[in-house]
């Protein structure tokens, strides 16, 4: 199984910081946030990872490379303008390995994220169209996203809880999503939940979403 890490956002609340810098590249605990992505990820056994990017996007490929440094061959899907995440992932499909005779699931992470969710134990899913770690809802998103019961996700049900912005998808997830156009996912998902084709597990552990300056230094400080 490949891996995704979306690291095109712009990061507008985490300026001033993200002015200068893109924000998966923010340290915390001397590092960059995504490169504690691509160490976790290696250690799990994925080998080949694939890298969007918009808002200062060369600085990640300087600072990243081809990936041989972790033992993993990183690809780059650039984009001029970010296309929010199921545009990013679909535009990023052939770098997948989803040509016309293979449709393999695929792990995607969100890079302004902090986390020790085993990525390893995910290469084992075979979603029908998705399957989402869900996380118990932080203090800035009190509401949560969905609710999980008996191993399925559904829009409407309590309690609800948030989606740590890793999942496994099926690539038919994104078949109405034109190549190079923006996409949001929340319908994209909330449509196969109606369909019950969208499973879901609780993460228990560590999840941080660095979305504030605040955040950041506080997790930084943690570590």
């Not at 056994?45 to 969007?52: A, D, K, L, S, T």
């Amino acid at each position: 199984m490949k891996a995704m890490i979306l690291a095109a956002g712009r990061g507008e609340r985490m300026r001033p910081l993200t002015d200068h810098m893109p924000k998966p590249l923010l340290k915390v605990g001397g590092k960059p946030l995504i490169v504690w992505h691509i160490e976790n990820l290696a250690k799990a056994g994925f080998r080949e990872i694939i890298i969007n990017h918009a808002h200062l996007g060369k600085q990640i490929e300087v600072a990243l490379g081809d990936g041989k440094q972790w033992g993993v061959l990183i690809q780059y899907s650039p984009e001029k303008i970010a296309l929010e995440t199921a545009g990013g992932i679909a535009n990023a499909l052939q770098l997948l390995g989803q040509g016309d005779n293979e449709k393999s699931p695929f792990l995607v992470v969100n890079g302004d994220t902090f986390t020790d969710i085993d990525f390893g134990s995910l290469n084992l899913i075979k979603p029908n169209l998705a399957h989402l770690v869900m996380v118990n809802n932080p203090p800035q998103h009190l509401q949560g996203d969905f609710a999980l019961y008996q191993g399925k996700l559904a829009e409407a049900g309590e309690p609800k809880l948030t989606f740590s912005g890793v999942g496994v998808y099926h690539p038919d997830l994104f078949a109405s999503v034109v190549r190079g156009e923006a996409a949001k996912l929340a319908p994209l998902l909330k449509a196969a939940m109606a369909k019950s084709l969208v499973t879901g597990q609780q993460h228990l552990g560590k999840w941080h979403d660095i979305g504030t300056p605040q955040r950041l230094a506080e997790l930084d400080a943690s570590l």
